[in-house]
């Protein structure tokens, strides 16, 4: 049964021992972010901090910042995630529009509009002002459909955030088909507090056009329900905990963003111009709880959950060239620039495995720094097992080759400023002449084993 809101996969959480209740009061300035810090460092559980210093809502964070959450939220088991959210993204599934929802049973409109109301944390120490992290913003265009991303917003007053577009993602381009249009402003929508799939998909990189709603419906396996927004032109999951309504003018107003503590886990020192949001209405449940996601050095749940969503993006482009890939992943310690593919042993042809670590250097925006290819055998979730493939599998003179000065990432802070970066491929896999039978029991014995895994007295 798929998530209906929040608060249901909050519940399956608590039942699940995933979810940690904080009664006393926290301060969003930088003791949550550190409390969120510890929680990743040793795998804890989720959080909801019941009360925040000077807000009235509720604050969850580390939803998804482990593969156990992630399958808990997908309702599978844990080896299978890859697997199982390629099938479910595959098969999408349209959001429907409905006439009421929840997430606007309070509605604040004009002067009654404050982003003080809600918790907005300062994650890390030298974030220049409280962040909202986890605002799933939602665009609409008569040609080009939806689109469902987390953009992060600097809140800079009561109605104003700055909102950051990149080129390479597509908020941009919906900004840029509004101008073509003779728009005088691009209405953004915001949902913060979501199904967990919704928060899934908003990670998902397909090409503009495709709906990340629809790849929502299909990992949940039923239609996300929408309602119209009650001050801008678009419409919002309708179990949304809290909507943000608002409008960037055209030519957008800008102003100063950053620093912000990144995924990368460094904070840009860079403090950028971008585009102003003007926010119209806020929008939430009765008793809504605020989502809050932390960034900075890893590990942390971004990373967790793109080293799905990118990897499956990798799979798609190198699967129709290369039949052997059977999986892909983006390691979370490896920042979403290292991709690990899995190819079939049995098809592992000389020469093949050369020539698809060439081919992932233009896969995903030509991000990638690192990519290593590995046999079957190997967990690709398992930094333990990939490192056992390279120290034992590989040759470095003959199976690591560097690509020098590619296009990378620009946050990569040992790149140059155009994020100019050498590139490092290895084949991790057995090659023809290889000396080593892995030594393990027989699937056989670990199948009879795992049945009889509760009589030993093991949980
Ligand atoms: C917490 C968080 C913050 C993010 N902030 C931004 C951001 O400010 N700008 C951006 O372009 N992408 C940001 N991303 C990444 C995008 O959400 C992600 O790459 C998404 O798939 C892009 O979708 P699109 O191709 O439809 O634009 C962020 C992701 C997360 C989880
Ligand atoms: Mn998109």
Redesign the pocket.
């Known amino acids: 049964m798929p998530f209906d809101n929040l608060k249901d996969f909050l519940d399956r959480l608590e039942q699940e021992q995933e979810l940690h209740r904080v009664p006393v009061e926290v301060d969003p300035k930088h003791e949550i972010g550190a409390i969120c810090r510890k929680l990743n460092v040793t795998k804890g559980p989720a959080v909801l901090f019941e009360k925040v210093k000077g807000s009235a809502i509720p604050l969850a964070s580390q939803l998804l910042a482990t593969n156990r959450r992630l399958a808990v939220a997908l309702e599978c088991e844990e080896k299978d995630l890859f697997s199982e959210t390629l099938k479910r993204s595959a098969r999408q599934i349209a959001p429907r529009l409905v006439r009421r929802g929840a997430c606007q049973d309070v509605v604040k409109t004009g002067k009654d509009v404050d982003l003080n109301e809600l918790p907005l944390a300062t994650n890390n120490p030298d974030d220049n002002a409280p962040y909202l992290?986890?605002g799933h913003v939602i665009l609409k265009d008569p040609e080009l459909g939806y689109?469902?991303?987390?953009?992060?917003m600097m809140c800079r007053s009561r109605h104003e955030v700055n909102l950051?577009?990149?080129p390479?993602?597509?908020?941009w381009a919906f900004l840029k088909k509004a101008e073509e249009r003779g728009l005088r402003a691009l209405p953004v929508a915001v949902a913060i507090g979501v199904d967990p799939a919704i928060y899934i998909a908003?990670?998902?990189?397909p090409k503009i056009g495709a709906n990340?709603l629809a790849i929502a419906g299909g990992l949940r396996n039923k239609a996300v329900d929408m309602v119209k927004c009650k001050t801008i032109d678009c419409e919002v999951p309708a179990h949304a905990e809290i909507i943000i309504e608002g409008e960037m003018k055209i030519p957008p107003r800008t102003g100063d963003e950053g620093p912000f503590g990144e995924?990368c886990g460094y904070t840009t020192d860079k403090v950028k111009d971008e585009r102003i949001l003007t926010i119209k209405a806020i929008t939430h449940k009765k008793r809504p709880i605020y989502h809050n996601?932390w960034?900075g050095k890893p590990p942390h749940e971004?990373l967790y959950?793109?080293a799905i969503?990118y990897g499956i993006q990798a799979y798609h482009d190198l699967k129709v060239r290369y039949p052997a890939v059977k999986a892909a992943y983006a390691p979370p310690s490896g920042v979403s620039i290292k991709l690990v593919i899995q190819i079939d042993s049995k098809m592992n042809t000389p020469g093949m495995v050369k020539n698809l670590l060439a081919s992932t250097l233009w896969t995903r925006g030509a991000m990638w720094k690192e990519v290593l290819v590995v046999d079957d055998d190997i967990d690709i979730t398992n930094n333990d097992e990939i490192d056992w493939a390279v120290v034992t599998r590989v040759q470095a003179g003959r199976d690591t080759f560097i690509v020098p000065g590619g296009q990378g990432s620009r946050l990569d802070p040992s790149s140059d400023e155009f994020g100019v970066t050498d590139k490092l491929l290895i084949d991790a896999t057995m090659k023809r002449g290889f000396r080593g039978k892995v030594a393990e029991p027989t699937k056989a014995m670990m199948d009879k084993i795992e049945t009889r895994w509760n009589r030993y007295g093991f949980r």
């Open positions: 992290t986890a689109n469902l991303a987390i953009y992060r950051r577009f990149i390479s993602h597509h908020g908003s990670q998902f990189e990340e995924f996601i960034l971004h959950i793109n969503s």
